[in-house]
Every structure is written in structure tokens, then in C-alpha cells.
């Protein structure tokens, strides 16, 4: 008998084999009981009491009780007028920012993988945008845009170019907040469209182009159909993270020039936070949560992602 | 067994006295910038003489609002003291989350504060304004004024600004010289906030006011009003382009850099303009009260002021530190840590009104003695907010400035449940 046997008496075995044999039985559980605790705390009971919220009218004053009403928030929804301005800017934003990330980082992603594979480096220079804080970026871009001090303006007036006012026109204020989320997100759909293309085969390229088939055709038969996997989780995630634009706004241009750019994140934010409506507040977010759902599995019906 | 024990106790004692020295006496909120950083200096000072710990937990600007008014509405009780932007008030002292300081005053044998604090600067802090009890004591002495530079002024025959005539003459000749890289006039026209605080000088100098005196009635689109809207969007017309988005600080770069002659502007923004390193304009720009229109000028009044929260558990300790943090002696530093005074005794001390940095005081407290405060309303965030979409878009000319005022009077009467 081994030394270490001897520590291991009888009597503490039987006492805990009760115990040893529940939790070998319940091993699974245990092990997942931390994560599931986390997420209840964490996911499931916000969720649950964003729900609570929304259907209540709750006073910044904490003793006056929470008054339930019903579909009231909701309702509430149909006639505010800045809510429809924000769904309609989250909608633009969402639509062209998206848009324009994807042909960009496909195109790039296309161009490297073909001609330029060895340029790892560029790769990873194309990537720094994405690694930055958004919060740092918008900073940036602040100082880029300013009129009188920015360096585009600087670069405008160097080329004999008329000044702009870039954030601050009502004409230009969401190109402008597109234009920075595409600088930092591009590289995002490029690293992926990057990882897609690395996976594809080769023969089906080999024998499109022994018969002949043009390096478009090979595009759109092949190198489409192949990497729509991808695509639909690319699309799909800047779409989600698209939809809660936040950090862009709020420094750039606070939601103006004349409401053009702000966008559903920024109301919710103001409503929860400074007009102290957080019920209401709850409606619209639950709103945003519905739409980004819907929108998700139509797009993945749509993708073949589902099965 | 014993020697496990003891070590085990002694373990515990030394975390439980690194946790003791980590907890605070008093909690404070308060914003970041020179306001904040004042205040925490003073709390440092206050632990070392009177021995109490005083935390001060800093935030940004919108932050502080958000983080009071949650910790009111959730009876939290992690902060004992708030630095209020005085327009918060109102919402503060409504919804309960602010103490009475009346009985607090009568504890130390005192009436209320005293009569060295400006009159102006007391109103503030009295719920409903200067009539109500004492909710909170004013900390630094803000109020807007007007920035100029006075030798360019000069040279298009104005000499000093009295009138928003005399501003706009001078702004368009200035404009008009500068080719597009200078301005004769320059304000804050980024959306909610910025724009609703340098129209409301305006506003009030034509005049004008958002409610009537018992405010029963919103009065926004009017002929004052108006007439306001006229001179702000001739303003605009002079200014750079792109204020659609500025906020106080491109506004104070632009003075200090010498691109544009003149706006309002916050007193802290001195201390910037006589800094060598930070201005080229240092020891031109000239300061005034705000220029009338129809009616004598009157500036935004933007105190900072401190209230003790209703949840707090430390109640009297947390009014001691108020009342020294608010005595002269303590003004008076806070003044020389760069925060504007809240007293009398402080703004006229020779000390302090001789050095060049403090040249702006006599002019700043006429600004304080000549100032309004923004509408008293619970719902000042969410007015201001509908108030300054309006002239935003008729600043950036999606709609008439007619079109803007019957807008906001719409929009304010929604809010407010007034007609």
C-alpha cells in the first residue's frame, strides 16, 4: 500500500460517498452552473426586467410607484417624431454604411489574396482601424472634420477647394459619420472575405478556366457562391452592430445638424438617461431587439445559414 | 492551532484596516474639469485639517447627471454630496433626491447662508427659485460673458460692444475683411445643449422668456421672440462655417487661436485665453456683460452648486463639508484654483482683483448680478433638448426661424402639459 493510501480512511468516504456520488451524477451541471449563473445575472434577468420596464411608466421620483401601462410605451412609439427621424437615420446609416463596407472588403480581400498575397504586413495595416476604441476614433474624426483647424478642411483650401463644414452640414453630416465607421470597419468584412477566400478549392478554378470561363464568370459562379457563408455572417454582424451606432454620434455631432444624424442608440440613450424615462426608453430598445431579430433570420433564411 | 488562529486574525485585522482606510466619510459627485478638480483639491485639504475622508468621484459633464439622478432614483445612497449644474435643479429637488437644508442651517444655529454669497447665486439654490428652502450651496460662480477683441472691434468704428447692433456691425465688417478665415462672431450651434445656451442670452435680451412668470403658459413664439431669432440667425450669418456643431470648446479655440473676434462665452475660458501656451491672444480679448437688445442683456447663469443627496447616510457630515467648502477663505482658493467665486468678499479682494488673470471679476460679477436662470422646470433636459433640435435646424436652414419658434412652442407645450 502506498503512503498517500493511508490518508485516504475510510470513515470521511463514507460520509462524503453520498455526496461524491450526487455530484458525479450532477457533474455536468455543476460545471455549467457557474456560466448559467453569470448569464442570469448578466442577460436573462435584464431581459426580463427590460420587459417589466416597458410596459410600465416608471417616475424619476422613487416613491411614486411604477404605473403599468399596458402597451403604452409602445404605442407611445407610433407618434413620437424624433423616434421616426432616429429609425430613419439608423436606416440610412445602416444601408449605406454596410453597403459600402462590404464592396470595399471584398474588393480589398480580392485584390490582396490575388496579386499582392505576400504583403502581410498590409494586412496587418489594414487592420489597425478595427483594433482602435470606437471612442477613440470618433475623436479623431472630430479633429479631421473641425472647419477651421481640421486637416481636410487644411487639405480643401490647399487645393483650392471650397471649405466644408463636414459634421456640422446638414447635407454632409451623415456622409461624414459613414465615412469614419467605413474607414474602421471595412477591415472587418476584408478580414473575413480574407479568411473565405484562403478557403476555397482550387480544381473548380482549374476547370472553369479550362473551359474557358472569364475571371468574372469565375467570380460570380465560383468565388460568390462559395464564400456566402461568409458573407451572410459578415453582412450579418456589421448589420447588428451597425444598428446600435453610438459612440460615432455622440461625439461627432450630438445627433444634429437638425436631427440628421441621430440615430436610435443616441434617443434611447437621451430618453433613458437625460429626460430620466427609462419604461419608454425600454419600449424603444425592445423595438431595436425586435427589428435586429426579425432582420436575422430573414437574412439567414434567406443565406441557407439555417441549415 | 493557536499560533493558525492568532495569524489568521492578524490577517484579517490588517485587511479590515486597509479596507477602513479605503472607505470614504463623505462621497461627492462631481463633474471633471477645473470645477471638479477644485473640489477635490478642497476635499484632500478637508481630510488633512478636519480629518474626515471626502471622496471625490469624477465623471464627464452629461455623466454626472445621469449618475445622480440614477443613484436618486434608486435610493442608492453611494454619493453624499452632488456638484449640480444649477439648471438640474429643479429635477434634483422635485424628484426627491435632494435634503432640505433648513433644518441643517437651524442645527448650527444659523438662518441660511449668508448674505456674502451673491444674491443671484443664492436664488439659484432655492426650490422653486429664490422663494423655496435652500437645497443646495453654490460652489463656483459662473455666468456667461461677452468675449471680444477689443482692437479689431476698434478698427470698424465699434469701441465697446453695448447693443447686438454694435456686434453684428462689427462682425460682418470683420467677416467680410476675413476672407473666409476669419470671423467677426463665432457661438456654440451643435444641437441641444450648446445652441440652447448661447440663444437663451439672446433670447432674454429681446425680451423674450420660454414661460410667462407663473409659468401657466409657454411663450416662446412671440414678437420678443422673434425678434431674438432675427439677430441670432444675422449672428450666424457672420459665423464660421460648420457652428452647427460647435460646442464650447471650438468656440474657445477660435478666439483663442484669433480666428474669430468675438462670442459669448463661460468666465473658465480666461484662464485659457491668458495662457501663452494655449493663446495667441493673449491680453487682447476684452470682456463685457451681454450686449442688449430691446431690453438691458442678461447672461446665462451656469452655477455650480452643491446639494446633499436624500439617501445619503451621512447627512450632517456631509453639510459641514459644505459650509467650509463654501466659506470665504475656501472661495477664495477655489478661486485662485481657477473656479469662479460665489461671494461678494471674493470678487472685490484686492489680492486677488489686482493680479492680470482676475481682471475679468468686476465685469463677471455685474454678469451674475445681471443674469437669468434657464426656465425652472422639471423637465429642463427634455425641453431643452425639443428647444434645441428647433434652432438647430433653423440654424442650419431646414426651416425658417418662424418655422423654429412655432415649432418649439408646440414642442414645449407637449412636454410641459402647457398651453
Same mark, same amino acid.
Given at each position: 500500500?502506498?503512503?498517500?493510501?493511508?490518508?485516504?480512511?475510510?470513515?470521511?468516504?463514507?460520509?462524503?460517498?453520498?455526496? !461524491?456520488?450526487?455530484?458525479?451524477?450532477?457533474? $455536468?451541471?455543476?460545471?455549467?452552473?457557474?456560466?448559467?449563473?453569470?448569464?442570469?445575472?448578466?442577460?436573462?434577468?435584464?431581459?426580463?426586467?427590460?420587459?417589466?420596464?416597458?410596459?410600465?411608466?416608471?417616475?424619476?421620483?422613487?416613491?411614486?410607484?411604477?404605473?403599468?401601462?399596458?402597451?403604452?410605451?409602445?404605442?407611445?412609439?407610433?407618434?413620437?417624431?424624433?423616434?421616426?427621424?432616429?429609425?430613419?437615420?439608423?436606416?440610412?446609416?445602416?444601408?449605406?454604411?454596410?453597403?459600402?463596407?462590404?464592396?470595399?472588403?471584398?474588393?480589398?480581400?480580392?485584390?490582396?489574396?490575388?496579386?499582392?498575397? $505576400?504583403?502581410?504586413?498590409?494586412?496587418?495595416?489594414?487592420?489597425?482601424?478595427?483594433?482602435?476604441?470606437?471612442?477613440?476614433?470618433?475623436?479623431?474624426?472630430?479633429?479631421?472634420? !473641425?472647419?477651421?483647424?481640421?486637416?481636410?478642411?487644411?487639405?480643401?483650401?490647399?487645393?483650392?477647394?471650397?471649405?466644408?463644414?463636414?459634421?456640422?452640414?446638414?447635407?454632409?453630416?451623415?456622409?461624414?459619420?459613414?465615412?469614419?465607421?467605413?474607414?474602421?470597419?471595412?477591415?472587418?468584412?476584408?478580414?473575413?472575405?480574407?479568411?473565405?477566400?484562403?478557403?476555397?478549392?482550387?480544381?473548380?478554378? !482549374?476547370?472553369?478556366?479550362?473551359?474557358?470561363?472569364?475571371?468574372?464568370?469565375?467570380?460570380?459562379?465560383?468565388?460568390?457562391?462559395?464564400?456566402?457563408?461568409?458573407?451572410?455572417?459578415?453582412?450579418?454582424?456589421?448589420?447588428?452592430?451597425?444598428?446600435?451606432?453610438?459612440?460615432?454620434?455622440?461625439?461627432?455631432?450630438?445627433?444634429?445638424?437638425?436631427?440628421?444624424?441621430?440615430?436610435?442608440?443616441?434617443?434611447?440613450?437621451?430618453?433613458?438617461?437625460?429626460?430620466?424615462?427609462?419604461?419608454?426608453?425600454?419600449?424603444?430598445?425592445?423595438?431595436?431587439?425586435?427589428?435586429?431579430?426579425?432582420?436575422?433570420?430573414?437574412?439567414?433564411?434567406?443565406?441557407?445559414?439555417? !441549415? | 492551532?493557536?499560533?493558525?488562529?492568532?495569524?489568521?486574525?492578524?490577517?484579517?485585522?490588517?485587511?479590515?484596516?486597509?479596507?477602513?482606510?479605503?472607505?470614504?466619510?463623505?462621497?461627492?459627485?462631481?463633474?471633471?474639469?477645473?470645477?471638479?478638480?477644485?473640489?477635490?483639491?478642497?476635499?484632500?485639504?478637508?481630510?488633512?485639517?478636519?480629518?474626515?475622508?471626502?471622496?471625490?468621484?469624477?465623471?464627464?459633464?452629461?455623466?454626472?447627471?445621469?449618475?445622480?439622478?440614477?443613484?436618486?432614483?434608486?435610493?442608492?445612497?453611494?454619493?453624499?454630496?452632488?456638484?449640480?449644474?444649477?439648471?438640474?435643479?429643479?429635477?434634483?429637488?422635485?424628484?426627491?433626491?435632494?435634503?432640505?437644508?433648513?433644518?441643517?442651517?437651524?442645527?448650527?444655529?444659523?438662518?441660511?447662508?449668508?448674505?456674502?454669497?451673491?444674491?443671484?447665486?443664492?436664488?439659484?439654490?432655492?426650490?422653486?427659485?429664490?422663494?423655496?428652502?435652500?437645497?443646495?450651496?453654490?460652489?463656483?460662480?459662473?455666468?456667461?460673458?461677452?468675449?471680444?477683441?477689443?482692437?479689431?472691434?476698434?478698427?470698424?468704428?465699434?469701441?465697446?460692444?453695448?447693443?447686438?447692433?454694435?456686434?453684428?456691425?462689427?462682425?460682418?465688417?470683420?467677416?467680410?475683411?476675413?476672407?473666409?478665415?476669419?470671423?467677426?462672431?463665432?457661438?456654440?450651434?451643435?444641437?441641444?445643449?450648446?445652441?440652447?445656451?448661447?440663444?437663451?442670452?439672446?433670447?432674454?435680451?429681446?425680451?423674450?422668456?420660454?414661460?410667462?412668470?407663473?409659468?401657466?403658459?409657454?411663450?416662446?413664439?412671440?414678437?420678443?421672440?422673434?425678434?431674438?431669432?432675427?439677430?441670432?440667425?444675422?449672428?450666424?450669418?457672420?459665423?464660421?462655417?460648420?457652428?452647427?456643431?460647435?460646442?464650447?470648446?471650438?468656440?474657445?479655440?477660435?478666439?483663442?487661436?484669433?480666428?474669430?473676434?468675438?462670442?459669448?462665452?463661460?468666465?473658465?475660458?480666461?484662464?485659457?485665453?491668458?495662457?501663452?501656451?494655449?493663446?495667441?491672444?493673449?491680453?487682447?480679448?476684452?470682456?463685457?456683460?451681454?450686449?442688449?437688445?430691446?431690453?438691458?442683456?442678461?447672461?446665462?447663469?451656469?452655477?455650480?452648486?452643491?446639494?446633499?443627496?436624500?439617501?445619503?447616510?451621512?447627512?450632517?457630515?456631509?453639510?459641514?463639508?459644505?459650509?467650509?467648502?463654501?466659506?470665504?477663505?475656501?472661495?477664495?482658493?477655489?478661486?485662485?484654483?481657477?473656479?469662479?467665486?460665489?461671494?461678494?468678499?471674493?470678487?472685490?479682494?484686492?489680492?486677488?482683483?489686482?493680479?492680470?488673470?482676475?481682471?475679468?471679476?468686476?465685469?463677471?460679477?455685474?454678469?451674475?448680478?445681471?443674469?437669468?436662470?434657464?426656465?425652472?422646470?422639471?423637465?429642463?433636459?427634455?425641453?431643452?433638448?425639443?428647444?434645441?433640435?428647433?434652432?438647430?435646424?433653423?440654424?442650419?436652414?431646414?426651416?425658417?426661424?418662424?418655422?423654429?419658434?412655432?415649432?418649439?412652442?408646440?414642442?414645449?407645450?407637449?412636454?410641459?402639459?402647457?398651453?
Amino acid at each position: 500500500m502506498l503512503k498517500s493510501d493511508k490518508g485516504t480512511s475510510a470513515a470521511p468516504l463514507r460520509l462524503g460517498s453520498g455526496l !461524491e456520488r450526487w455530484a458525479e451524477r450532477h457533474l $455536468r451541471y455543476l460545471m455549467l452552473a457557474p456560466t448559467v449563473l453569470i448569464l442570469l445575472a448578466l442577460t436573462i434577468f435584464p431581459s426580463i426586467y427590460m420587459f417589466y420596464a416597458a410596459v410600465h411608466r416608471i417616475s424619476p421620483n422613487p416613491d411614486l410607484p411604477w404605473e403599468f401601462i399596458g402597451i403604452g410605451n409602445f404605442a407611445r412609439l407610433l407618434s413620437d417624431g424624433q423616434f421616426q427621424v432616429a429609425l430613419r437615420n439608423t436606416a440610412i446609416f445602416t444601408i449605406v454604411a454596410v453597403t459600402i463596407e462590404f464592396l470595399l472588403g471584398l474588393g480589398l480581400a480580392m485584390l490582396l489574396d490575388k496579386y499582392i498575397r $505576400r504583403l502581410t504586413f498590409l494586412k496587418t495595416v489594414l487592420m489597425i482601424p478595427m483594433m482602435l476604441p470606437p471612442i477613440a476614433v470618433a475623436i479623431t474624426w472630430k479633429l479631421i472634420y !473641425e472647419p477651421q483647424f481640421g486637416v481636410l478642411n487644411e487639405i480643401m483650401f490647399r487645393l483650392g477647394l471650397p471649405l466644408q463644414a463636414w459634421a456640422g452640414d446638414v447635407n454632409l453630416a451623415m456622409f461624414s459619420i459613414i465615412v469614419a465607421d467605413v474607414w474602421q470597419w471595412t477591415p472587418f468584412i476584408f478580414l473575413l472575405m480574407l479568411a473565405g477566400l484562403a478557403s476555397l478549392p482550387v480544381e473548380p478554378y !482549374e476547370a472553369a478556366a479550362l473551359d474557358g470561363a472569364s475571371s468574372w464568370r469565375q467570380f460570380w459562379d465560383l468565388t460568390i457562391p462559395f464564400l456566402k457563408p461568409v458573407i451572410a455572417i459578415a453582412l450579418l454582424l456589421r448589420v447588428m452592430d451597425a444598428l446600435r451606432l453610438f459612440d460615432l454620434v455622440f461625439i461627432l455631432t450630438g445627433g444634429g445638424p437638425a436631427d440628421r444624424t441621430k440615430v436610435l442608440s443616441l434617443y434611447i440613450y437621451q430618453v433613458a438617461y437625460r429626460f430620466a424615462d427609462p419604461g419608454y426608453a425600454a419600449a424603444i430598445s425592445l423595438f431595436v431587439l425586435f427589428v435586429t431579430i426579425v432582420l436575422s433570420t430573414w437574412f439567414m433564411k434567406r443565406m441557407r445559414l439555417a !441549415e | 492551532m493557536v499560533r493558525k488562529l492568532c495569524l489568521t486574525l492578524a490577517i484579517a485585522a490588517s485587511a479590515l484596516a486597509i479596507s477602513s482606510a479605503a472607505w470614504a466619510d463623505i462621497t461627492i459627485l462631481v463633474p471633471s474639469g477645473s470645477e471638479g478638480d477644485g473640489l477635490r483639491a478642497a476635499a484632500a485639504d478637508y481630510a488633512k485639517i478636519k480629518g474626515t475622508k471626502v471622496e471625490a468621484v469624477q465623471a464627464p459633464y452629461a455623466n454626472v447627471f445621469e449618475q445622480g439622478a440614477n443613484a436618486g432614483a434608486t435610493k442608492s445612497g453611494v454619493f453624499d454630496i452632488i456638484l449640480m449644474d444649477d439648471p438640474w435643479i429643479p429635477f434634483f429637488a422635485e424628484n426627491g433626491h435632494l435634503e432640505d437644508l433648513t433644518p441643517y442651517f437651524k442645527n448650527a444655529g444659523l438662518e441660511g447662508p449668508d448674505n456674502d454669497f451673491l444674491s443671484k447665486s443664492l436664488a439659484i439654490c432655492r426650490n422653486p427659485y429664490n422663494t423655496g428652502p435652500y437645497v443646495c450651496l453654490p460652489y463656483v460662480g459662473n455666468a456667461q460673458m461677452f468675449f471680444y477683441d477689443a482692437a479689431k472691434f476698434k478698427e470698424t468704428g465699434v469701441e465697446s460692444p453695448k447693443t447686438w447692433d454694435d456686434v453684428l456691425k462689427a462682425a460682418k465688417a470683420l467677416t467680410e475683411q476675413g476672407g473666409g478665415r476669419y470671423f467677426g462672431y463665432v457661438f456654440r450651434g451643435g444641437q441641444g445643449n450648446p445652441v440652447v445656451a448661447d440663444f437663451m442670452p439672446i433670447f432674454w435680451s429681446y425680451g423674450a422668456d420660454m414661460f410667462n412668470a407663473d409659468r401657466t403658459k409657454v411663450t416662446i413664439d412671440t414678437p420678443e421672440g422673434a425678434a431674438a431669432m432675427k439677430t441670432f440667425m444675422a449672428l450666424r450669418d457672420v459665423s464660421p462655417k460648420g457652428v452647427e456643431s460647435y460646442n464650447a470648446n471650438e468656440v474657445g479655440t477660435a478666439l483663442a487661436a484669433g480666428t474669430a473676434a468675438s462670442s459669448i462665452n463661460w468666465p473658465n475660458w480666461v484662464a485659457t485665453f491668458e495662457d501663452p501656451s494655449q493663446s495667441k491672444m493673449v491680453g487682447k480679448i476684452s470682456y463685457s456683460p451681454i450686449p442688449a437688445g430691446t431690453k438691458p442683456g442678461s447672461s446665462e447663469i451656469g452655477h455650480w452648486t452643491m446639494g446633499i443627496m436624500s439617501a445619503s447616510k451621512n447627512k450632517q457630515e456631509a453639510f459641514d463639508f459644505m459650509i467650509w467648502a463654501t466659506s470665504p477663505e475656501q472661495i477664495k482658493i477655489s478661486a485662485e484654483r481657477g473656479n469662479p467665486p460665489v461671494r461678494a468678499s471674493v470678487f472685490t479682494d484686492q489680492e486677488l482683483t489686482k493680479q492680470e488673470k482676475f481682471r475679468h471679476y468686476p465685469v463677471l460679477m455685474e454678469a451674475i448680478q445681471a443674469s437669468t436662470p434657464r426656465p425652472r422646470h422639471p423637465k429642463w433636459p427634455e425641453i431643452e433638448n425639443a428647444f434645441g433640435i428647433e434652432l438647430s435646424k433653423a440654424v442650419a436652414g431646414t426651416i425658417t426661424p418662424e418655422e423654429a419658434l412655432k415649432n418649439a412652442q408646440a414642442a414645449v407645450e407637449q412636454i410641459t402639459g402647457l398651453k
